[in-house]
């Protein structure tokens, strides 16, 4: 029992803080799960990023969404003093009693001082000094070897002021909703299909063109049906329309025209998920569907599929995993270039099975 625990029944309101990318925001999720578990007469909120909303909209654990704009940098500064204020003004108005930051962005210490949680819970940042350090009631340290998977990781948060989760309590869930089940039914009546997602946001995480045209011939081959999705980014639709020139007519293509909660609702209707280490693949993770995740240079002990069926298909390379944009910052990972598609389509099949 950790000896400066928090009195749970004490907590009406609390707040979890996430100010990352698409994937961080997904893995937060059982946070609120975990903590509405343990002080189920809580008001769970929580504050993110605009356009990573999705990721936690219609969550059953979560009473009210708060969102910091991604472009109110670029507003002129009268603009961005309003949002700031109305925002700041809406989370004073709920006076919590604990907020919960999850990772070592400033404004979580700002709000922690101003907004006069009677708890408070962080982690332990290096280099951070006092300013850092005081703003917190509860601290929490990151492992020293670095393995340990986002998932866990967040919940340290809550292990530090005395929750400890279970196992079952522990899963990532996301609410696709009735509108993105009911277009996703309409686009593909037929489940059963092999989603395949091939592109990220950062190209040094993605497969080749030529290798992802081999692994989809050899899945039509074989009788499966394949969907290919990506984001409306316009590096993304530029490489699935270089598979698609390769492979003419061998896999339906919805690239750039799913939302996120689209997204979500397609992969939950696939029989196998086959991606790079994206959003995507946690989302396909978090819908339940076995997943084939391909690892480069991010690591599969801290991002692989969560609580999943699955298989990690990565190099033998000894560099690996480096968190490095590309082998020498060249934008381009020998480790995921040089997979063989041998491997990936075993993978696939050993989940197909």
């Not at 991604?70 to 700041?88: C, N, Q, T, V």
């Not at 590309?326 to 997979?339: D, F, H, M, R, V």
């Amino acid at each position: 029992m950790v000896e400066d625990a928090v009195p749970l029944k004490s907590i009406a309101r609390a707040l979890v803080i996430k100010l990352r990318h698409h994937g961080d925001v997904l893995l937060a999720a059982p946070v609120l799960s975990v903590l509405k578990a343990h002080a189920p007469a809580a008001e769970i909120d929580a504050l993110v990023y605009d356009d990573t909303a999705p990721m936690l909209e219609g969550h059953p654990a979560l009473h009210t969404l708060y969102t910091v704009g991604r472009k109110w940098k670029e507003l002129g500064a009268l603009a961005r003093f309003g949002a700031e204020r109305a925002l700041y003004a809406s989370l004073r108005s709920r006076r919590y009693d604990l907020i919960v930051h999850l990772s070592e962005q400033p404004r979580g210490a700002w709000l922690a001082r101003s907004l006069g949680p009677h708890f408070s819970v962080a982690p332990i940042v290096p280099g951070r000094g006092r300013f850092w350090r005081d703003s917190f009631t509860h601290r929490y340290p990151l492992p020293r070897n670095g393995r340990r998977h986002a998932v866990e990781l967040n919940l340290d948060a809550l292990r530090r002021i005395g929750i400890q989760p279970s196992a079952q309590e522990r899963r990532v869930q996301f609410v696709p909703g009735a509108e993105a089940e009911a277009k996703a039914a309409a686009l593909l009546p037929e489940r059963g299909f092999i989603h395949l997602h091939p592109t990220s946001r950062w190209s040094f995480k993605s497969w080749t063109v030529e290798k992802n045209v081999e692994l989809i011939n050899r899945l039509a081959a074989e009788g499966h049906r394949v969907v290919l999705t990506a984001s409306p980014a316009p590096a993304e639709l530029a490489m699935i329309e270089a598979i698609e020139k390769l492979a003419p007519g061998k896999a339906l293509n919805l690239a750039g025209r799913l939302s996120i909660k689209e997204l979500g609702a397609v992969a939950a209707r696939a029989k196998l998920f086959i991606g790079v280490d994206s959003m995507p693949m946690h989302l396909a993770a978090a819908m339940g569907t076995p997943t084939v995740a391909l690892f480069g240079p991010s690591g599969e002990l801290e991002w692989g599929p969560w609580n999943v069926a699955h298989r990690i298909v990565a190099s033998g390379h000894s560099c690996r995993p480096c968190g490095n944009d590309g082998c020498g910052g060249g934008k381009l990972s020998e480790c995921l270039t040089t997979l063989p598609v041998d491997q990936v389509h075993a993978a696939a099949r050993a989940l197909l099975g």
